[in-house]
């Protein structure tokens, strides 16, 4: 609908940051047959006719690399036109365009003011066909928001009169040149009951039992006219029993509502929070006055565990949680302060997990597109940590080796995951324009050495360490990237670079080794996350790597977990794949700081930033980054434990990509009790479930809708079709 580019309108205020406009179109029509709205902003909008709400999709049109990109809706409205006069009214907010934005509160990143665009296809029973567009006489009206914004929420009068306030704009601004319908939707999903109620002097405290991202909801019908709410959210309780808010930042992460004489529900639209708590002012609380619902991109479910033992329960669902709470139209960071950012990192080291708990390759689709047109415009071929990028720009002091690396790691996961090379050939000049840039900054050493974050938060190491320390955990990236375009430029039949990148990844690989680890197997820097990050993409010979194991397996046996973002994800694996299952039990069962089961036990029900995010007397780490305190509750990166629990406590893993062929190679752990999982693959659903029998004995069964291959503990292996599968094991 490229139509759409030719008809933008804008208001003709000036511009003011967390303004909505608000604009309406009349329009008459007789016997419609259909009536198809085509729609796209420069900002996010929301729209009705005739007072229905005709799109089900969050922050409309979404977040692209504006300068470039840019989605449109396609939404019937057969069903909402009438004969006679019909009123077209679309809310347009600032949003991630123009709104206040990253973790700078920049406004206006991409441009002056919101705009929006909509074209309205209607047949009639006689075959006749019209279009009504935005170009056409469009009237705005005063507007209910006097605020609307991701961080600080939104200021809401219902006692507000429409009235007209002027005519639209043609909107002057650049428009981006490439246009496609949206394939991605953000939308309401569970609702989320108030589990608790908390009376304060002054306030009330609403518990709603589940750390989440989404927005409340408030029914005002026993409101009197005029009366204000105000709405604060937190993910904790102080000592106090007061709201949290410490972690927020510059995020005011408030709803404030007037009650006006209609009684409709309020519902935010151009904002989301992440919390667990909401604090109420303004008019004592009734049951049912408030609720909330949990807001995320639509993805379907593919993943399921079940363990008796409660913790490790409580685990899955929390990192479960912290994939809703932010894959937000993009994977966030987190939902709760000034930040809420597309990161590069953070979505490569939770990609296999979240693709085992939901089918995520339109996601995925969506934000490797993110990702080409923002490395567009970058002078060096660099892809930033976060994406969409901000405009034009070059690489900075931080060479933020191991986020923008998600170029390679993302769409190679998606083939072995869901069997297609799509992405990875649509990716194909941007990883060869990203690892072209690598081999230019490595020069004539193989190697980048430079300021960088490293195993991002690594316990008990800060970033003065880390910017030291990071060379061979930047470094391993850039092999495994290396090797990934060696690999697919083969697969493509592009001789020339396949041979280029093979022998760079040999230089590489050399100078890796030579540089940074000795031959008695010890690392440079000797940390767990060096270790794990040179096993799983740099070291491939096995004298080396027994002797490296050696070093890792003392460490953890003398200090226990001790790994950072990108080394979490793989740690347990590596440690179950060299017969060291009972270990990486012992590291997921820890529950002292840091750990998971820690974390349970302070009353978490998602994954946290940081492992001592609250401390073990209580206190929360409140250590600051570029001056602004950095803890989140909600935080998805160490939730890459997922993977452990589908690909080893199920032991589902492809044996053919997208598993045309399954692999069943389960490690049970008597502490877990019994299991039962399934995933449903775009091949089939396979369920496995074991259950300790005695202490040395296990049940396992399998069933599986493909061919594949069941390993058991006591080194049976065995073929197999389609069907289901039991067996009994003697673990001693």
Request: overall charge negative; proline content about 4%; glycine content about 10%.
């Amino acid at each position: 609908m490229k139509e759409l580019k030719q008809h933008f309108i804008s208001s003709s205020s000036e511009y003011r940051e967390g303004a909505v406009h608000v604009f309406w179109q009349k329009f008459a029509a007789q016997n419609v047959k259909s009536a198809v709205l085509f729609m796209t902003a420069l900002g996010i909008y929301d729209v009705s006719v005739n007072g229905k709400d005709v799109q089900e999709q969050y922050f409309a049109p979404g977040y692209t690399y504006y300068p470039r990109d840019l989605f449109y809706q396609k939404m019937d409205v057969t069903d909402a036109i009438h004969n006679g006069e019909n009123i077209l009214k679309v809310y347009l907010a600032q949003g991630w365009y123009c709104g206040r934005f990253t973790f700078d509160n920049k406004i206006q990143i991409y441009g002056d003011q919101p705009a929006v665009s909509w074209v309205l296809q209607i047949e009639t029973m006689d075959g006749r066909q019209s279009e009504i567009t935005s170009s056409a006489d469009v009237t705005e009206l005063t507007s209910p928001y006097a605020y609307a914004g991701f961080y600080d929420g939104e200021i809401y009068d219902a006692t507000v009169m429409e009235q007209e306030i002027g005519k639209a704009v043609p909107y002057t601004g650049a428009v981006p040149d490439h246009l496609e319908e949206t394939f991605t939707k953000v939308r309401l999903q569970e609702e989320m009951p108030v589990r608790a109620v908390m009376q304060r002097e002054d306030s009330t405290i609403l518990d709603f039992g589940q750390n989440f991202a989404g927005v409340i909801t408030i029914d005002p019908g026993e409101l009197p006219e005029g009366t204000t709410l105000t709405i604060r959210h937190g993910e904790i309780l102080n000592a106090d029993g007061s709201l949290y808010t410490a972690n927020l930042r510059k995020a005011k992460a408030e709803i404030v509502y007037t009650s006006g004489h209609e009684k409709k529900i309020y519902i935010p639209k151009f904002t989301y929070m992440g919390f667990r708590y909401a604090e109420l002012k303004g008019a004592p609380y009734h049951e049912g006055m408030i609720s909330a619902r949990a807001l995320y991109s639509e993805m379907k479910r593919t993943g399921y565990f079940q363990c008796s033992n409660a913790m490790v329960q409580q685990l899955y669902e929390n990192q479960v949680w912290g994939q809703k709470s932010n894959y937000v139209e993009i994977p966030t960071d987190c939902p709760q302060r000034d930040e809420r950012m597309g990161y590069t990192g953070d979505g490569h080291v939770y990609a296999l997990t979240g693709s085992y708990n939901f089918d995520t390759r339109d996601f995925f689709r969506k934000f490797l597109k993110d990702i080409r047109y923002s490395q567009t415009d970058n002078s060096e071929g660099y892809i930033p940590s976060t994406v969409p990028a901000q405009g034009p720009a070059g690489i900075g002091f931080l060479n933020m080796l191991g986020w923008g690396n998600a170029v390679t790691i993302i769409p190679e996961m998606l083939e072995q995951q869901f069997g297609s090379r799509t992405a990875l050939e649509e990716q194909y000049e941007s990883i060869r324009a990203f690892t072209e840039m690598e081999i230019r900054k490595m020069g004539k050493d193989q190697l980048w050495i430079g300021v960088n974050l490293g195993d991002w938060l690594m316990p008990g190491k800060n970033m003065g360490w880390m910017a030291v320390h990071n060379n061979p955990v930047s470094n391993s990236f850039i092999v495994h990237d290396l090797e990934v375009i060696s690999r697919l430029a083969e697969a493509l039949g592009k001789k020339e670079d396949a041979e280029r990148y093979r022998h760079q990844l040999e230089l590489t690989r050399t100078a890796y080794q030579n540089k940074f680890i000795r031959k008695n197997g010890k690392i440079r820097g000797d940390y767990q996350g060096a270790y794990v990050m040179a096993l799983t993409y740099v070291v491939t010979e096995e004298t080396l790597r027994r002797k490296m194991l050696g070093y890792l397996i003392r460490d953890i046996r003398k200090n226990g977990l001790n790994t950072g973002f990108f080394a979490t994800e793989h740690l347990l694996p590596l440690l179950a794949d060299h017969g060291e299952s009972r270990l990486a039990y012992d590291l997921l069962l820890q529950e002292n700081c840091p750990g998971w089961m820690y974390e349970i036990k302070k009353g978490a029900t998602t994954v946290w930033e940081r492992w001592d995010a609250i401390r073990p007397d209580g206190s929360v780490n409140e250590a600051k980054s570029g001056g602004d305190n950095m803890v989140s509750f909600n935080h998805y990166a160490f939730g890459s434990v997922g993977e452990f629990y589908y690909r080893y406590i199920l032991g589902i893993r492809p044996l053919e990509p997208g598993y045309r062929k399954a692999l069943i190679r389960p490690y049970p752990d008597v502490r877990l009790g019994s299991v039962s999982g399934s995933y449903a693959s775009v091949n089939g659903r396979i369920a496995v479930a074991w259950k300790y029998t005695g202490k040395e004995e296990v049940s396992i069964s399998a069933e599986l809708e493909m061919p594949g291959r069941i390993e058991l503990p006591d080194g049976r292996t065995m073929d197999v079709t389609a069907g289901k599968y039991e067996y009994v094991v003697k673990t001693g």
